[in-house]
């Protein structure tokens, strides 16, 4: 998987946050934002044709080793790639806030980790919707520094201002996306 790839699909698909009403819930923003990433990844062909996008996702302790649910996650299901691992072919794992504070963000970071360690997604992004310009990457103390990516987004007059942060080097590394 392409990485860097990925995190401009997620910023393409960010763009498409374009309606005030997506930014007063969670799961509104969610939604919309999941239309957008599957449009997106099928245009590009980006992921084989058995990867799904799943929304809420239970995960159990006795077949993952976490009791999360991720927000959202692309990966091939184990049922589809008759696999008997589960840390195979999962992708991206999501965690979205609203209005995230330095302690949410926290939580949320160590729920990705979780997930990281346990289901081995080879990538997590958070992002933290109408937080802008709360970034709060450099509070991870997690292992998975090189899998992490924050984006906090909102929308002011019609105008979408996203900031990207991620590690390099052990720095968080922060953007404003054009």
Known sequence: MDSELIVKVIIEALK?????RFFKTERGFQGRFVCALYKIFDAKNIFQDDTIIEEEYQKRIAHHGTQLRPDL???VPVESSHSRDRTEKNFIVFAFKRQANENKAKEDFKKLNEIFKNLGYQLGIFINING??????????????NRIH???ITQTNDKLDIFHAYFQNNK???????
């Open 73 to 75: 996650i692309v990966h």
């Open 16 to 20: 498409h946050m374009d309606s005030p």
């Open 172 to 178: 968080v590394i922060t953007e404003n996306v054009e």
């Open 132 to 145: 802008y310009p709360d970034i709060f990457l450099s509070k991870y103390s997690g292992n998975f520094k």
């Open 150 to 152: 924050e984006f906090c």
